[in-house]
């Protein structure tokens, strides 16, 4: 049985995440998206369940510095969930003066908060049952939560379905030390990141070179290097798998513009959409078009 670290505690959307991926496998809830990464680096855990981005608030930040610092990890599988809130409160608790929650979570509940609870003071948690919990110590008043929390902690709840925007969802990766890559469907992710130079164009090119083979972006976040201020790092997401000819001409181009890049995994979508391949960019357009610059080379052309 595998052991899969996850951002906890026990009752968060990530947990219903790692469910999801890990089917039957031995969870691990630790604090922090960076501690489960970290459980995975030093061996305690086969795989970490982390969240990387939502349809509202977008990125994840923990998880992308998570995945560019100390030691290689590559995401392997990922699961969308769809994200709606239950408000958990104490059993017979009075006025509600404090309401808790992930800054994530927060942000996707303002108008209900601003609405149903006016005069509550949002509070950031470090994930959504670490507020239930705090509800249960008697920190806070209120918790924003992953409807599963209610399972795991003693509270009553105050709304179900809680959502500015009625079809958010948040997208979660299965990470692991570097390994066997999953195998190509025809509907896969790659990401990489890369420390760009600062000077004109440096961005542009390594776009271009995914541009030029074909290759359809799905995502593109910049965190900032801590080295130097003004410096960034570029997160990458686009369609297909490394084991294709044209995104390992790719990536082979990325690390010709940049030494400094790090692969991140190709893995099946969690939405199934498949690789736009428009013509002229096929792999057997690429396959074909390296052996027949082989036989130039070998002086082979009839
Ligand atoms: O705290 C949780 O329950 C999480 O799993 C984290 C997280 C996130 O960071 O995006 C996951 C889904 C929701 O969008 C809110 C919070």
Known sequence: MSRIAYFGPRGTFTEQAARALAPGEELLPVETVRLAMTA?????????????ENSVEGVVPAT?????????????????????????TRRGGGEIRTVAS???????????LEANLPDAHPVASSSTSAAAVGVLEGDFDAAVCAPVAVEHYDLEVL????????????????VRRPGELPEPTGADRTSVVAAAANRTGTLAELLTELATRGINLTRLDARPTRSNFGEYRFFIDFE????????????????????????????PRADGTQT????????DDFVEAAGWAAAVRRGDLA
């Open 40 to 52: 995975v680096r030093k061996g305690e855990a086969d795989a970490a369940c982390v969240p990387i």
């Open 64 to 88: 992308l510095d998570g995945l560019s610092e100390s030691t290689p990890l590559v995401a392997v599988a990922e699961t969308i969930l769809p994200v709606h809130f239950s408000v958990l």
């Open 102 to 112: 992930h800054p994530h979570a927060l942000a996707q509940v303002r108008d209900w």
């Open 159 to 174: 709304a179900t379905e809680v959502a500015d925007v009625s079809d958010a969802a948040t997208r979660f990766l299965l």
């Open 240 to 267: 297909g798998h490394v084991a294709e000819p044209r995104v390992l001409d790719a990536l082979t181009a990325l690390r010709r513009q940049c030494r400094n890049l790090r692969f991140l995994g190709s893995h």
């Open 276 to 283: 736009t391949i428009e013509s002229g960019f096929g792999n």
